[in-house]
């Protein structure tokens, strides 16, 4: 399996797309104006505590004050408050919190107004971004990402990955870090840090160290609002949280991000230093590895799979709505509950790619096509739960309903990536049509199920279409119309039409009906 890192640069954003053997299946976006990413630290202040809501509005300095919630203040707070206050006056040199004298715990459940008052500050991290008329979700329970470990001030606990399977593992991974672990501080050991030596595991809980030491000198002449820690720009964070043995290239078309990103894959896995590349030509990079077309296909409200079988997926405020439909598919299963269950693993797969590509979150329900068997239920709820094994996002799913629903939640913590795959029609001002770049996609589809239809229909075909787009399908070599005779073994006529629009087109039979 080949996983590809393809990293554009423009002027105002860096985008970033993770490819799966030539696939797209995650895509995301840095703007230079993203003042509030999930997990960057503020140094904020209570605008007010809500007792109604048990939670705090904050201050800081976005917009719309953030929601702090009585439950993420952390159990460790008033020790958290008055290690600021120390720190803040001058009073407190010493970062480790070895000898720090930590407070009691707060009580669980406790009211908001008995710990936090107004116009005191506090630190916070960023855990969801603002999403529409939202402002930022934040936690005052702080933690330090790293390679391999994350790491929690004014805790104890050191706890690991539950996707590392091994019990044996799992036990060796806190032996070890509990040997290196500074008092004061709680450690989480992530799944990437299974099989790892003592040396990277402290190594990497050293570059935290230093990370929470300059935040804390920041403390000192920071105002409120503002940021005392950065996450690591998007390019670092996603390589950190994705990058793995089996990574076989990572290209960036700009010289600057080219050399952050080698340097940083120098530093965390120092023998796949020749995987990354400078790409340069006059070729964008996007549209070399064939990201840009698969983007158009990916993102409307129709996801078209494999012969013909497609998604229709709608969005609301609350949930995401996903119809399966098998369209014009034919295949060889032997009956409808045979098509039903091949059509519904084939969905699963793309619903699962969908999810990570746009970054769905909240509800979402699937609406699978109806499947009798209840062995086929249990296999299509185990591959779409195999499938989603890969999505970082903290997930959920439900067993299949009596209605053949299945509804999925998962973490929402960014606004969701939408893409506009509609263009301005050619051919009437006003209006938008479906991007042309998928009318080839549509074409052989459409030819495709024709094939495979009845014989009477199959024979002497002919494809009428816009003079433009014949010439782009008969020219070249080899053109499309010799891959559809090499791939089908029947020579497709095509009959140029002048009275055509753009993104029109007939198949047409031997006597000139018109039978698609």
């Known amino acids: 399996m080949n996983r590809e890192l393809i990293v554009r640069s423009s002027s105002d954003a860096v985008d970033f797309a993770l490819l799966k053997d030539g696939k797209l299946t995650e895509l995301h976006k840095e703007e230079d104006n993203n003042d509030f990413s999930v997990g960057d630290i503020f140094l904020a202040k209570i605008r007010k505590p809500v007792t109604g809501l048990n939670a705090a509005f904050v201050n800081v300095g976005y917009e719309k004050d953030a929601f702090l919630h009585y439950h993420d203040l952390g159990p460790q707070l008033s020790s958290m408050l008055k290690f600021i206050k120390q720190v803040s006056s001058g009073r407190l040199k010493e970062y480790s919190l070895t000898n720090f004298p930590f407070d009691k715990d707060i009580d669980k459940h406790g009211v908001i107004t008995d710990v936090v008052k107004a116009n005191q500050s506090l630190l916070v991290q960023i855990v969801k971004e603002p999403i529409s008329t939202k402002g930022p979700r934040i936690s005052s329970e702080l933690s330090i990402a790293g390679r391999y470990l994350v790491m929690v001030p004014f805790s104890d606990?050191?706890?690991?990955?539950?996707?590392?399977?091994?019990?044996?593992?799992?036990?060796?991974?806190?032996?070890?870090?509990?040997?290196?672990?500074?008092?004061?501080?709680?450690?989480?050991?992530?799944?990437?840090?299974?099989?790892?030596?003592?040396?990277?595991?402290?190594?990497?809980?050293?570059?935290?160290?230093?990370?929470?030491?300059?935040?804390?000198?920041?403390?000192?002449?920071?105002?409120?609002?503002?940021?005392?820690?950065?996450?690591?720009n998007r390019a670092s964070s996603i390589l950190r949280d994705v990058f793995n043995d089996s990574f076989t290239g990572i290209h960036v078309d700009d010289a600057d991000l080219y050399n952050q990103v080698k340097d940083y894959v120098v530093e965390i896995a120092p023998e796949k230093e020749s995987i990354v590349k400078h790409y340069n030509s006059r070729v964008p990079i996007f549209e070399k590895f064939g990201i840009d077309r698969q983007i158009k296909t990916s993102f409307g409200r129709t996801a078209v799979m494999s012969r013909g079988a497609y998604l229709i997926i709608e969005h609301t405020e609350a949930l995401h709505v996903v119809d399966v439909n098998s369209g014009n598919r034919s295949n060889k299963a032997k009956n409808q509950e045979d098509t039903a269950l091949e059509v519904n693993l084939l969905a699963a797969s793309e619903i699962a790619r969908q999810l990570r590509l746009r970054d769905m979150g909240g509800i979402i329900v699937v609406d699978f096509i109806d499947m009798v068997k209840a062995q086929h239920r249990k296999k299509l709820f185990e591959h779409l739960r195999d499938e989603m094994k890969d999505d970082r996002a903290k997930h959920k799913i439900l067993p299949p309903s009596k209605f053949g629903l299945i509804q999925i939640t998962r973490q929402r913590v960014r606004p969701e990536m939408n893409i506009k795959t509609t263009e301005e029609d050619p051919n009437q001002k006003g209006k938008e049509v479906e991007a042309p770049i998928v009318l080839i996609d549509k074409i052989n589809v459409d030819l495709e199920r024709l094939l495979k239809g009845p014989a009477k229909d199959s024979k002497g075909i002919t494809l009428n279409i816009h003079p433009f787009i014949a010439a782009y399908i008969t020219k070249g070599f080899p053109s499309i119309r010799t891959k559809w005779f090499l791939e089908h073994k029947r020579w497709i006529k095509i009959q140029p039409r002048d009275a055509y629009t753009y993104l029109d087109f007939r198949f047409k039979n031997k006597d000139g009906k018109t039978i698609y």
């Open 157 to 232: 606990r050191v706890s690991v990955s539950q996707k590392i399977g091994s019990n044996e593992e799992k036990d060796r991974l806190k032996r070890l870090v509990k040997s290196i672990k500074p008092k004061g501080f709680g450690v989480i050991i992530r799944t990437v840090a299974e099989g790892k030596k003592v040396a990277e595991l402290d190594k990497d809980l050293e570059n935290l160290l230093d990370k929470w030491s300059t935040m804390c000198k920041k403390l000192q002449r920071a105002q409120t609002p503002s940021k005392v820690l950065v996450e690591l």
